[in-house]
């Protein structure tokens, strides 16, 4: 699977959101999006990361970024765990990993022990109210976030190393 990098255009996907909403990436030409893709629905580290995007929501709006997340998860599962947060966003199940695949998202055991191998973002995740063994002997999907501008070119593509790894809030609120 080979990365996106910046100044390339998106790659067009259509799915269905987990409340059943059509969402077709090419629909959102003309706006900046943020589009974020999870490892799964149970993932503590992910669910932190979710958490922050839904506190802050109110802040990407006022500067017109959209977002859509992405979980390599079940509806069910989405809906489960990460749904629950109530996200004022759209979420898309991709447990296929359809659209992981067309983003270069990858699978690394290496980056799953770089993180649980770190006792303080464990305990981030205990302290957090997000612990959780469920998810780790599945696939060791990396997240990874794509800045789009609005004539649907990359402005950014960032691929995170371990599961904790999520480009900051704070670099995606100063993008222009």
Not at 88 to 97: H, M, N, V
Not at 134 to 158: G, K, M, W
Request: glycine share 6%; aromatic share 12%; charged share 25%.
């Amino acid at each position: 699977m080979k990365k996106l990098e910046s100044n390339q255009k998106v790659i067009p996907f259509a799915s269905i959101d987990v409340n059943g909403e059509k969402i077709d990436i090419n629909e959102y030409k003309g706006q900046k999006l943020l589009l974020s893709f999870f490892r799964k629905a149970a993932c503590p580290f992910c669910n932190m990361a979710m958490q922050q995007l839904i506190k802050r929501h109110a802040e990407f709006e006022s500067k017109g970024i959209k977002v859509v997340a992405l979980f390599a998860s079940s509806k069910k599962d989405v809906l489960k765990y990460a749904g629950s947060q109530n996200p004022p966003f759209s979420i898309i199940a991709d447990e296929k990993f359809d659209i992981y695949r067309k983003y270069g998202i990858q699978i690394s055991f290496k980056g799953m022990l770089q993180t649980m191998l770190v006792p303080s973002k464990v305990w981030k995740a205990m302290k957090g109210g997000f612990f959780s063994l469920r998810t780790v002997p599945e696939d060791p999907v990396l997240p990874a976030e794509f800045l789009i501008n609005e004539d649907q070119s990359i402005h950014r593509a960032y691929y995170g190393s371990d599961f904790d790894d999520h480009l900051p809030i704070d670099d995606i609120l100063q993008w222009k």
